[in-house]
């Protein structure tokens, strides 16, 4: 039996999903191609949203991509499909990231099925968190989503987390220095609220949160100094729960897999009640990332440092529309 190929609405509401996904400084750097002869549904990288000064060798980009991705599966196991995913199947094309065969058996992902409705209210929060502990049977099931897409999650322990907010006040002291990529931070936020159904891309001024009251916090500071009418400053929490995502090795398609771990979590702990925001500064810098890995661990390299815990939910960043991302062949 021949299964038909997928109508272009169904693909126009998988790809509405996968652009969903966080993406360094929310640059959306993806494109879709529905090939309807085949049903293969093609993701590529959209270098022309790549930030060469803070993602000199694209390792963001292809987070971002495989965040993407991850949500692409998501929705298409809620959708009753199993899609056959090929990562970097071209080697002459090396913006052809993922090729996902829609039109084969379907046997979905239960797992990842139930994912689907934290999509849309997975939103990075970058406001102040309660001081309660996430229990460890919920720190499992993170670690357990990262393993299934070939990643490790690791908790460090309080000497460890002191020593990445200090790495984060080094790497905030560089980008202040550094015109490039300061550059590049401004022309991809605003410091004043977003204009509504305008908005396409970028950082808006009312996804900042507060600044904070103390030298260093776990929270990526949009502002870089600049002045946001408007905006209040508040106390972060004094003992911050942050995961290192990581994997073995440090290729192309290791940051691909990392991506989806990254997002699978990142939707996990939206189903289980937590909140998240991502902060990557210091492994933005050759120099400082080798340090944001703990030493004790098996953990070769790092690949996000996510901060997790309870809180208000984060302010939605704009999205691209479908049809600005979408060809359909």
């Known amino acids: 039996m021949i299964t038909p190929p997928r109508t272009s609405y169904d693909i126009t509401a998988l790809v509405s999903d996968a652009a969903a996904a966080p993406s360094l400084h929310n640059a959306q750097p993806w494109r879709f191609r529905y090939r309807r002869d085949s049903g293969i549904l093609c993701l590529f990288a959209d270098l022309e949203r790549a930030l060469p000064r803070t993602d000199p060798d694209n390792r963001g980009l292809y987070l971002g991509c495989g965040a993407a ?74 670690r357990e989503a990262a393993r299934a897409e070939g990643a490790e999650l690791l908790f460090p322990g309080p000497w460890h987390v002191a020593l990445l907010l200090e790495l984060v006040r080094d790497a905030e002291g560089r980008e202040a220095v550094d015109p490039g990529v300061r550059g590049e ?12 159904a ?29 002045a946001v009418p408007g905006r209040g400053c508040a106390a972060f929490e004094q003992n911050p729960q942050v995961a290192l995502l990581g994997t073995a090795h440090d290729r192309p398609v290791d940051w691909l897999c990392a991506g989806q771990a990254l997002e699978r979590v990142l939707l996990r702990a939206t189903t ?30 790092v690949q996000m440092v996510i901060r997790l815990g309870y809180g208000p939910e984060g302010r939605p960043s ?5 049809a600005d991302v979408l060809d359909v062949v």
């Open 272 to 301: 289980d009640g937590l909140v998240a925001s991502l902060t990557s500064q210091p492994l933005e810098w050759a120099e400082l990332r080798w340090a944001v890995r703990d030493p004790g661990s098996a953990m070769a390299h």
């Open 69 to 142: 991705l991850l949500n692409l599966r998501v929705a298409a196991a809620a959708a009753g499909l199993d899609p056959a995913v090929r990562l970097l199947p071209d080697p002459a094309d090396p913006a052809l990231l993922a090729e996902l065969d829609l039109g084969g058996p379907a046997h979905p992902d239960k797992a990842l099925a139930v994912l689907e409705p934290a999509i849309g209210r997975r939103h990075s929060s970058r406001h102040p968190y309660h001081e309660e502990e996430i229990p460890g049977a919920l720190k499992d099931r993170l």
């Open 198 to 226: 305008e908005a396409r891309e970028g950082i808006p001024a009312e996804a900042f949160g507060p600044r904070s009251r103390r030298a260093a916090a776990p929270v990526r500071d949009f502002a870089a100094g600049r």
């Open 318 to 322: 704009p999205r691209r529309p479908v």
């Open 185 to 196: 931070t401004v022309r991809w936020t605003g410091t004043r609220p977003s204009s509504g």
